[in-house]
């Protein structure tokens, strides 16, 4: 429902005009809402209401958007926009793809805010791909070991880690929450020519819907050398417990060890 509110809205009331549209050219966004202590809100681009009811947790698909600056909102929800805790602009580019999270909530020296990334769904035929994405403002940073080995030292809050393609297939790991010394060891299975996105959401120590969880979306990739200029890729998301979470995201960052994390533009 969200995703069909979202795509109406940016194609009745969003676009810069059809000639201006055109000439600008098409990015493509995709929003999260990891803000716990907010459970429900409506989330308005451009002054108009595109996702009403956007729940803590949700991960939209990627949706087309006219490339250049745009206004985002994030509201209580059934509130008017004059009462928004978020307002931040982000600029679309053509062919770019993005997601969009909405921080914060959960602990009181991180101000409520707009984290954008910029993506990039393009796949080495036969492989898969995984980016995880750290969004939970008091989880505090992560460790991975393999095989005894720790390969990642720290993974930290509003970070995303650099993609990596690997074989498809199942892999184990282990992964500390350094904060709480907490050790979960996990199977994943990750699937070829897909592109795995794995959110960390919510609050440790929370309880219900907005407990310390994590969800993962899964795209279909883009063939290496393929333009993403006008491709709005498909998408399927899924919420899931913290155990599978670590499986799926201590994947991405033990083939990472050494290469570093890429870079998170927060949106002005």
Known sequence: RCVAALMCVLALGLTLGQSAAHAAGTGHVRVVHAA?????????VDGAKAL???KFGTVTDYISLP??????AVVPFGMD??????????TVADGKLYTVAAIGNTNP?????LVAFADDNTVVPDKAKVRVYHLSDNAGPVAVATGGNTVI??????????????????????????NTSTKVSQPATLAANKVTSVFAL?????????????????????????PQTGVAPTATTTGLPVALWFGLG?????ALGGLGFAVTRRAR
């Open 250 to 254: 201590a994947l991405a960052l033990v």
């Open 153 to 178: 030292p720290n993974l930290a809050f509003q970070s995303a880690s650099d993609y990596l393609h690997v074989p498809a297939g199942a892999y184990i790991f282990d992964v500390t929450l350094l």
């Open 81 to 90: 926009i004059s009462k928004a805790v978020i307002k931040q602009s982000v």
């Open 109 to 113: 020296a991180v101000t409520p805010a």
């Open 67 to 72: 490339a250049g600056p745009h206004e985002i």
């Open 52 to 54: 009403p009811d956007f």
């Open 36 to 44: 716990p202590a907010a459970p429900e809100v409506d989330v308005y």
């Open 202 to 226: 919510g609050e440790v120590g929370g309880t219900g819907a907005t407990v310390f969880k994590f969800a993962v979306g899964v795209a279909d990739g883009i063939p290496n050398g393929q």
